[in-house]
């Protein structure tokens, strides 16, 4: 299982309607709005790391209305 969370910073009044898109997509598990640095965080969780990255560069990044984002993928040890 690959899991990752990603950072995300909207255009100005943009982050209600980017976290309904986000929660559209089925490997998005969790979101959340944030104050801060960052204007939402979305859980993503995939069967292997070919899907959560597939997911994050083509289904996330590209959305309207996101202007910049950080992903942090978790590592077993």
Same mark, same amino acid.
């Given at each position: ?35 801060? /640095? !960052? %204007? +939402? ?5 995939? @069967?292997? /790391? !070919? %899907? +959560? ?5 083509? @289904? ?18």
């Amino acid at each position: 299982m690959a899991i990752g969370f990603v950072l995300i910073t909207t255009e100005p009044g943009q982050e209600k309607s980017v976290r309904e898109r986000l929660e559209k997509i089925s490997l998005v598990t969790d979101g959340w709005m944030l104050f801060g /640095e !960052y %204007d +939402l965080i979305a859980r993503v969780q995939a @069967d292997d /790391e !070919y %899907d +959560l990255t597939r997911c994050i560069v083509e @289904d996330i990044r590209p959305m309207q209305g996101i202007v910049e984002t950080k992903t942090l993928i978790g590592a077993e040890l």
